[in-house]
């Protein structure tokens, strides 16, 4: 081929300058000017270095595409500078101006052009063509200049067949590279297909493909009744991005899964996004939006999640049980078994509604039953049932059926006829409240026995039994309940104002058959009403055994002291408080007090007795070692406030005796005053 010279119109030679760092053997790529060396012939390529030239073959070889190798090791800093010339040819000859044909133009044999070619005019080929660069830049490029709202550019390709059939290949585009075996490989290609050639109901189809582990695998085929994604069933990720997603759908073919928000689905579809996730199901107003879960063997819905939009309700429902779970909208109301629920949570059955809570660990059940005539609350395993508020043990009942409570039992106040608490069947025999801070117990609908608000023990007599023992008494029976070993009861003594006696009784034989099989009981004391006691073959005994006893001396009463005892006769001034006795014989405790506080003591008078008012606040301190005080309480400060009476422990028996032997003493005195006198006037 001829060359033409250096010609700057045709760029026909370029230059390259590299400047070395130092121990390359070869150069190639851009150069210092960021030029990219280039060339198709090396002998067409020229090197000097440092401005001598090289010799081709032995001081350097282009048997690399667009590379100078063999070179010897440079030196940083040397300067190669590399020269490419390019060539055509022109009907064997050299042309070296603009080169216009206005006719037609054929080429019989392969037509190179080395650069670029302007037809003003489309081309037809009747065989194929290959576009061969050595870069990167576009191949093929397609441009419309057209400014109207029409398509372009336009790739039209055409199976112009005289007899179309159904499943004709209508073109493919193949995308092939090289593996690293050097062999051709099919990458991914595009191919459409004539589904269906009939005038009027023509169907298309077109299949995207790519090679996966060395296969070509169907990635997407548009049929004309389905588009399918991974036809070959391979484990095949598919992905959806959204602009803040990047796993906004997810289809792991590995673990036939499908997750949305979530690269690695935990079930068959499992939905995720942080904050708040939620899936929407609609309908039109009135409609019926619908889940619903079936068996493959025969397709019957089994299991349904429904909105029945024209009763505003949500449904939860078996193929047998239409009503399993309903929640109306509007009450917010759970319904189990009914679709009307008109309580928190309705359960309801035709028979035997039933809810169980269970702990499998320990097999724990409890159940809450509707039956066809009661209501039940329990375990049906063997294990305590407890009842709880704020989080407390109130009530706990065990296996056995014993009741613990912790706290407060709250029961209705009942009446004497009707008790709140009662027994078995017996229901006018048990306990109630007449009123506030008193419990009362009846049997056979009539009171016999009350706790009042102060701690008192009261015993109503239900009918006059004027002179013989009340039958609300107090008696200890023996082990087999043979007879009464003793008892306390009370007589009225008469009628008016119903005074009465309080009475000890004794038996002395409990399995005797006699007195109504309470033994041989007798009365033994009797304090009456006036406080008079009375003991019945019987003497009251202190206990004097000298065994028990110590310091023993011989005591002397001081005379002087009980020659001023003052016996005394008083009344009452509260005297239905002291059995309405007047005249009372005895002695003053503050007399005796002056003279002896040996025979002194003190008893505390309740606020509701009438002698109350006659005596003096005392205050009580706290003391030391008191519970009940408060911390920032001294043990002198006042924890109460009291009154007092003084008692004497001499009666009136007592009285008796000291007057007597104080009028003997007297006597005794005058009489020893007389003899003294007679033994003095001897």
């Known amino acids: 081929m001829a060359y033409l010279g250096k010609t700057p119109s045709q760029a026909v030679r370029s230059r390259y300058y590299f400047t070395a760092s130092g121990g390359e053997t070869s150069l190639s790529g851009t150069d210092d000017n960021s030029n990219t060396l280039t060339f198709t012939d090396g002998n067409y390529v020229d090197v000097s270095l440092n401005g001598v030239a090289l010799v081709a073959g032995s001081d350097y070889n282009t048997t690399t595409a667009n590379t100078i190798g063999g070179l010897s090791a440079l030196t940083a800093s040397d300067v190669v500078e590399v020269v490419v010339y390019d060539t055509f040819s022109v009907f064997s000859g050299n042309v070296n101006s603009d080169f216009s044909v206005g006719g037609n133009l054929s080429v019989t044999g392969t037509s190179t052009l080395t650069g670029a070619a302007t037809l003003t005019a489309g081309f037809s080929a009747s065989d194929g063509c290959t576009i061969t660069t050595a870069d990167n830049t576009a191949q093929l490029t397609l441009k419309s200049t057209d400014a109207d709202a029409s398509a372009g550019p336009l790739i039209k390709m055409h199976r112009d067949s005289s007899s179309p059939a159904d499943g004709d290949n209508l073109g493919r585009f193949n995308f092939i590279g090289e593996n690293d075996a050097s062999e051709e490989v099919t990458y991914a290609r595009i191919h459409a297909k004539a589904n269906d050639v009939t005038d009027g109901t023509e169907d298309g189809e077109l299949l995207l493909m790519t090679t996966v582990a060395g296969t070509n695998r169907s990635r997407v085929h548009f049929t004309p009744s389905e588009t399918i994604l991974n036809e070959d069933s391979i484990d095949l990720d598919f992905r959806v991005e959204s602009n803040g997603n990047a796993n906004m759908l997810v289809v792991d073919g590995g673990n036939d899964s499908v997750g949305i928000g979530t690269a690695t689905p935990g079930g068959s579809l499992e939905v995720y996004k942080a904050g708040t996730s939620e899936v929407l199901i609609g309908t039109d107003n009135g409609g019926t939006a619908q889940l619903s879960l079936y068996e493959s063997d025969d397709g019957t819905k089994e299991g349904l999640l429904k909105y029945d939009g024209l009763n505003n309700r949500i449904h939860l429902a078996t193929s047998g049980a239409a009503n399993a779970l309903v929640i109306p909208r509007d009450s917010g109301n759970v319904g189990i078994g009914t679709s009307s629920p008109d309580t928190s949570l309705h359960i309801s059955a035709a028979s035997g509604a039933r809810l169980r809570l269970q702990d499998t660990t320990n ?142 009784r004794t038996s002395t034989n409990v399995d005797s058959s006699s007195n109504s099989s309470d033994g041989e009981i007798s009365e033994k004391f009797r304090v009456a009403s006036n406080g008079d006691l009375t003991a019945t073959d019987t003497s009251i005994a202190s206990n004097s055994d000298q065994r028990l006893k110590e310091n023993i001396a011989d005591y002397d009463y001081d005379l002087a002291k009980f020659k001023q005892f003052q016996t005394r006769t008083f009344n009452w001034k509260q005297p239905t408080l002291h059995g309405e006795k007047s005249g009372v014989r005895g002695f003053v ?94």
């Open 589 to 682: 405790a503050q007399e005796l007090e002056a003279i002896d506080s040996y025979w002194v003591n003190e008893i505390e008078v309740q606020s509701d007795s009438d002698d109350y008012q006659y005596l003096p606040d005392t205050d009580i301190p706290y003391g030391p070692n008191n519970i009940y005080k408060p911390d920032d309480a001294a043990e002198t400060d006042t924890q109460r406030v009291a009154r007092f009476a003084k008692t004497s422990k001499l009666g009136q028996k007592d009285a008796m005796y000291v007057s007597v032997i104080q009028q003997l003493l007297t006597k005794i005195e005058t009489l020893e005053t007389k003899v003294a006198a007679l033994e003095a006037g001897e």
């Open 363 to 504: 097999d724990v059940k409890t159940d809450i039953l509707v039956g066809d005539t009661s209501s039940v609350i329990g375990n049906v395993s063997n294990h305590d049932l407890a009842f709880m508020t704020n989080d407390v043990n109130r009530m706990t009942i065990d296996s056995s059926g014993a009741a613990t409570f912790n706290g407060v039992v709250k029961v209705p106040d009942g009446s004497e006829s009707a008790p709140a608490i009662v027994f078995s069947d017996d229901t006018n025999t048990g306990i109630y409240s007449s009123a506030n801070d008193k419990i009362c117990f009846s049997t056979g609908g009539t009171e016999r026995m009350r706790i009042t608000d102060l701690g008192r023990i009261e015993f109503e007599v239900p009918t006059n039994q004027t002179g013989s023992l009340q039958d609300q008494r107090l008696d200890w029976r023996n082990e087999n309940n043979a007879g009464i070993m003793a008892g306390i009861g009370v007589v009225r003594e008469a009628d008016g104002n119903a005074p009465g006696a309080f009475v000890i």
